[in-house]
């Protein structure tokens, strides 16, 4: 890519202290590629790590595996080695990286979960969001006089903390379609935490750089900082509270996490925050419920992307900004064109828009789902990107709905954080999962050997603005709007693609570039992934620094964008199902690609 480009508007809508948080630094900002020792895991590992240092992608003819750290492929690789479904080698994935990259998702978490039934041909959603307690209000993240608190104030602390959901989806998933005995799964985890594993250098960095917020709480300062030092890199770090509570899910199954000795020390840490106590209480625990939830699928060119509708904006938003520039040719265009990085980032910025007004969770919120995705209400909104420049404003557009329900538009902040798993197995099952607790180290409070998330800051902080309500404001028992886009591609009704990323809402940029970048400019799986980001949500098109991205500040604003170089540390995990497998990991984070 030799261009790039962009007009960067501010919506009038974003305030000065959305924006002082969002500038704020994000502790899930380095990239981290250096190996940490991890090609002495195994010979394929090593090999794994070659290939993505090369920029190939990885081969296999039955099954594979991607995700953000090389235990944690490793453990995915033999569960699925060994016969077992993608549902089942994502239980030992997640286990795993919930020790080794504890900071980006774990079982104080939420995920959603894509799957593609080789036997049945459909495509499910699970959805593992973590909830608002029954106790919590709407005003949760205000002050005494109805001003939003500040970022990080809301973030550190109980006040943050959503009722986890990850375990729940766990095991749902493994009931509905894993073969594998469920305790097994576990094995790689409870060794891992009981030998103790290497500190890898993006761990190290960003405890280092998050080290003030992860003393505030003893049980934190203990482990990441032991004498309060942070761990350095290549240290062996072992946690067996963790492996106390995996031994207990495995033998006990989710319940043994939602209630019990796991649950009891989740609300007391939750409500025994000195200075930011939570609300979340043992009810909250035991009424969690993973929710089934229709696919969201978009026709783009030839293909159909299929990923989670609400609660999370992420299939909605990626299918609005695909389905818009179906009606452009980006392939004719090609990559390095300034033309084709204006369409997709106005195309981003119309959709973030009706993201901002329409999208929350719909069992609160009556919303125009289908109509945000509609054919003719996208070619409608792509004609308003037929002009030459950057558009001089960007407002949410009108689909059919039918509620005339008045909204106002949001002020939600998102951090980069969070973790992707994309798995095929042997059967010709798809997984694309997208895994978190918000923030960097969630809200920073540990229990039971994890970290609890901060996923309550996903809701507006606001509820109301000048008297009309946010869709996003926060109620109890609401799961709050993500970003998270878990995608799987079909063609034909075949699966042809499982993609995803981190990245905070700038997943959805990431996510719709690589089907692009894939789909219309031809790359390999690899390709796509190492393909220098240039995401646009809310008006600043954000390119990424030292990389030919940058190139395309001139043009873009030449065309009436604003443009800003920094950090996009994406952590995309391909897979492309076609004659064979072809895997493609992020080279900007620590994560591997394993098949066979
Ligand atoms: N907390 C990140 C997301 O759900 O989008």
Redesign the pocket.
């Known amino acids: 890519m030799k261009h790039l480009f962009w007009a960067g508007i501010l919506l009038a809508a974003t305030p000065a202290w959305a924006q002082e948080a969002a500038d704020a630094v994000a502790p899930e900002g380095a990239a981290e590629t250096a190996d940490a020792g991890f090609a002495a895991i195994s010979e394929e590992v090593a090999a794994a790590i070659e290939a993505k240092e090369e920029g190939t992608p990885v081969e296999a003819d039955n099954w594979m595996v991607a995700a953000a750290n090389p235990h944690a492929v490793s453990a995915g690789a033999e569960v699925l080695r060994a016969g077992g479904t993608a549902a089942d080698a994502m239980v030992a994935v997640q286990t795993v990286l919930g020790l080794v990259e504890p900071q980006s998702s774990g079982l104080g978490g939420g995920a959603f979960l894509v799957w593609y039934d080789a036997a049945t041909g459909e495509v499910t959603t699970l959805d593992g969001r973590e909830t608002a307690p029954l106790a919590a209000t709407p005003t949760l993240f205000q002050d005494d006089s109805g001003e939003p608190l500040k970022f990080y104030d809301a973030v550190v602390g109980g006040r943050s903390i959503g009722t986890p959901g990850t375990p729940a989806l766990l095991e749902a998933a493994h009931r509905r379609w894993g073969r594998a005995a469920w305790p097994g799964l576990f094995t790689a985890a409870i060794d891992l935490a009981e030998d103790g594993f290497a500190v890898s250098p993006r761990l190290a960095g960003l405890i280092e750089k998050d080290a003030d917020r992860l003393s505030r709480w003893s049980d934190t300062a203990d482990y990441f900082l032991p004498g309060g030092t942070p761990l350095a890199v290549g240290s062996t770090l072992k946690n067996p509270a963790y492996a106390d509570t995996l031994r207990r899910l495995a033998a006990e199954g989710a319940r043994g996490f939602y209630s019990g000795p796991v649950a009891e020390a989740i609300t007391s840490a939750v409500r025994g925050a000195e200075g930011n106590p939570g609300v979340l209480s043992a009810m909250d625990l035991a009424l969690y419920q993973v929710k089934e939830r229709p696919a969201v699928c978009v026709a783009y060119r030839a293909f159909e992307a299929c990923g989670m509708g609400p609660p999370?904006s992420?299939a909605l938003t990626v299918g609005q900004i695909l389905g818009m520039l179906g009606n452009y040719d980006l392939a004719e265009l090609g990559a390095d064109n300034p033309d084709a990085w204006r369409l997709i980032g106005d195309a981003s910025r119309l959709a973030f828009a009706d993201r901002g007004r329409y999208m929350a969770d719909s069992d609160f919120v009556p919303m125009p789902t289908q109509g945000l995705v509609a054919q003719d209400y996208l070619a409608t909104r792509a004609t308003l990107l037929s002009g030459d420049d950057a558009l001089p404003a960007v407002n949410a557009g009108a689909p059919e709905f039918d509620h005339a329900l008045l909204l106002a538009d949001d002020e939600s902040i998102?951090l980069p954080?969070?973790s992707h798993i994309s798995v095929v197995d042997q059967y010709g099952n798809v997984l694309s999962m997208t895994t978190?607790i918000?923030n960097g180290f969630g809200s920073r409070l540990m229990a039971a050997g994890f970290l609890l998330n901060n996923?309550l800051t996903?809701f507006s902080f606001r509820s109301h603005r000048e008297g009309v309500p946010i869709a996003n404001r926060l109620e109890p028992g609401k799961r709050?709007r993500?970003?998270?886009a878990p995608t799987i591609v079909l063609k034909d009704g075949e699966p042809v693609l499982a993609v995803g990323s981190p990245g905070?809402?700038r997943?959805i940029g990431y996510v719709a570039k690589t089907i692009i970048a894939w789909a219309d400019w031809g790359m390999d799986v690899q390709q796509a992934v190492a393909l220098p980001h240039a995401v646009n949500r809310f008006g600043t098109y954000d390119v990424e620094a030292g990389t030919s991205a940058e190139d395309m500040t001139q043009p873009l604003t030449d065309m009436g964008f604003e443009v800003n170089a920094r950090d996009l540390t994406s952590g995309l995990h391909l897979i492309e199902i076609g004659d064979g497998l072809k895997g493609g990991a992020d080279p900007r984070r620590e994560g591997i690609a394993l098949g066979e």
Request: proline residues 6%.
């Open positions: 999370s992420g998102e954080s969070t978190t918000e996923e996903d709050p993500s970003s998270m905070g809402s997943i």
